[in-house]
Every structure is written in structure tokens, then in C-alpha cells.
């Protein structure tokens, strides 16, 4: 199989970590948690910083939960915050998810959440996961859709963030709109159960505004997306500028509402 050929849009800043740190398995992964039972064995693709592989592992225990991620560096971090929790039952690895380095029908669980929008081939990624999905399994996958995000009030240059993201994501390869996407490219891999559902995150409180519109101005003007954004031609400095200003103002006002939908499916191997 070939191996990644899509650029992680986003990369490791703080500002990426501090929002990936903040999801769990109830509030990024409940469409699959009834799924789970003690003494599963999951495979977590695109970990990240492990917050998510954390809960699976307490979840399934004394099942085992392998969680890879195509970035090393990252993985440092996945682990320590195993350790913080004291749990025992979980490994870490390098993998792409074109080509996973498990032998077929090596887990209960394959679960992948926000991976799909940053990789070169999804259907053939979730071929992937289904082959190494023993029969009677799930593959589950949840993506966000950012055409469909939306937002209250109408601040200028909020929908050019919307619009640059949207090309600079699909520069690298990716596809920002994946979560609608996520059930059509479930059956071009071969799946016929499937049951697709969508759930949102909602930013809306004073705390959740600052932290949304803060790590997102951040991210604007100093992470890899917007290196990535310049280095393409996609944007100046000073546009992201203006957009990471734009993301303050939205922050800062006291009736402001953020919604990130997100599509699933739950793929039964």
C-alpha cells in the first residue's frame, strides 16, 4: 500500500495540543461507547495527545489498547498522560493508516477520530482499518465539517477564515468537509452495515469562548497551518493577522456561539 502522501494541516503548536488535550471519549467518541466492554482490544489511529486513548483504556481494561499516530513527537505526550492516569493496558506506536503494521483481524475496536479530513486516501485508510478489524467488530470514525461550522454574530473576516482554512486544507491533500463525506466513504471501502449519526460541540459560555477563539487566533499566526498558509500563497502575515484579530473580536463578544458539527459512522466489520 502507499504510504501517506497529505500534510497534517494543523501540526503539534500549543495551540493544536491545547485543543486536542481538551477532548475525551464523552465528548468526542459517545456514538461509540456503547460499543465498549471490558477485555475489548482497540486500535486508536491518530492519538494525538492520548486524552481519548486514555478513556478507551480505562473503559475496556483489562483489554489492551494500541494507539498510533503518524507524528512521533506527539506520542511523548500520549504516553505521559497514560502514565498520569496509571494505566497499563495501552501501547504506542508509528503507523500510517494506509498501512497499518498488524497482522488481519487484530482488534475488536478500530477507532479514528478527526483523521480521515488529513489523509491522502480515506477510503483506502478505512480498508485499512476494516482489514485489521476482527469479523464482528467496529470501525468507528468521526470527522468535523468545517463548510458547515457556523457562528453568531457575523464578525468581518470570520468567513475568510472559513474559506482560507478550506483551501489550505485541501492544498495539503486533506479534505476539510469530510464529515459529511464519512458514510459515502464507508461503502466505497467495502462496508454494509453502517450507521452514520452527527453531534456537535457547542462554545458558547464566556470560558469556552475565550479558550475556542484564543487557541484558534493562535493557531491563525503561529502553527504549522499557517506556515503552511503562506508558504503556499494562500495568505500574507498580515491576513492571518487580520483573521487572528477577527477570532479576538468574535471571543470578546458576550452573545457570541460557536457550533462545530461532525459527522460518524459506526462500521460493523
Do not use: K
Request: negative net charge; aromatic residues 8%.
Amino acid at each position: 500500500m502507499p504510504e501517506e502522501t497529505a500534510v497534517y494541516t494543523h501540526g503539534h503548536h500549543e495551540s493544536v495540543l491545547r485543543s486536542h488535550s481538551w477532548r475525551t471519549a464523552a465528548n468526542s467518541a459517545a456514538y461509540l461507547l456503547g460499543e465498549l466492554r471490558p477485555g475489548l482490544d482497540i486500535l486508536d489511529v491518530g492519538c494525538g495527545p492520548g486524552t481519548i486513548t486514555a478513556d478507551l483504556a480505562a473503559l475496556v481494561g483489562p483489554g489492551r489498547v494500541t494507539a498510533v499516530d503518524a507524528e512521533r513527537d506527539v506520542l511523548g505526550r500520549a504516553r505521559a498522560v497514560a502514565a498520569e492516569r496509571g494505566l497499563d493496558n495501552v501501547e504506542f506506536a508509528v503507523a500510517d493508516v494506509h498501512a497499518l503494521d498488524f497482522p488481519d483481524d487484530s482488534f475488536d475496536v478500530v477507532h479514528a477520530h478527526q483523521v480521515l479530513q488529513h489523509v491522502g486516501d480515506p477510503v483506502r485508510a478505512l480498508r485499512e482499518m476494516r482489514r485489521v478489524c476482527r469479523p464482528g467488530g467496529v470501525v468507528a470514525a468521526r470527522d468535523s465539517d468545517y463548510a458547515a461550522m457556523t457562528w453568531f454574530p457575523e464578525v468581518p473576516l470570520m468567513d475568510d477564515w472559513q474559506q482560507l482554512y478550506g483551501r489550505v486544507a485541501r492544498a495539503n491533500g486533506g479534505e476539510p468537509d469530510a464529515g459529511r463525506r464519512l458514510l459515502s466513504w464507508a461503502r466505497r471501502a467495502g462496508f454494509t452495515e453502517v450507521r452514520a449519526s452527527a453531534a456537535t460541540w457547542c462554545f458558547a459560555t464566556p470560558e469556552e469562548r475565550a479558550w475556542w477563539s484564543g487557541l484558534w487566533a493562535d493557531r491563525t499566526t503561529a502553527s504549522g497551518y499557517a506556515e503552511l498558509a503562506v508558504a503556499g500563497g494562500h495568505a500574507t502575515r498580515d491576513d492571518l493577522a487580520a483573521i487572528a484579530g477577527a477570532w479576538r473580536e468574535w471571543g470578546g463578544r458576550e452573545d457570541a456561539w460557536f457550533m462545530v458539527p461532525h459527522g460518524e459512522v459506526l462500521c460493523r466489520a
